[in-house]
């Protein structure tokens, strides 16, 4: 439409600029790639939920969601595992939620100990990477 609207003007000796538009039919409608199955992302923040008792943990990964989500079920030291075993309560491993995607390692870890310190989730045994100070108060809930 613009371009036509430029060819009118112009023969009126009306010069005219436009800025191309980004939201296209064809950039909506059209994706040439297949999202990837939540179990295939990597480089993750992810929240673990018990279907008993709503208790949480988060944790991050480099590795596929998949992988770090087998080493919970298998290691018999994982905090999920121990709380699964022990309350004798079902983990919704189906329902599992990304939070955070990044594949830098060290702000992977931020993101994850932000999340923890702003959700308190009580499966967690410690608070992943140690922030500043200067987070607690942006990050309570008080």
Known sequence: MSEHLKRVFRA????????????????????PKDRTPTEKETGVVYDITCNDCREHYIGETARTLEKRLGQHQKQTTS???????QANHEIDWEGVKILDKESVDIKRKIREAIHIRHQRPTLNRDGGYDL???????????
């Open 12 to 31: 009126q000796d009306i010069h005219t600029y436009h800025e191309p538009n980004y939201n296209t039919l064809r950039s909506i409608l059209v994706h």
């Open 79 to 85: 905090a999920i595992w121990e709380h699964q075993s």
């Open 132 to 142: 500043p100070t200067i987070f607690d108060h942006l990050l309570s809930h008080d």
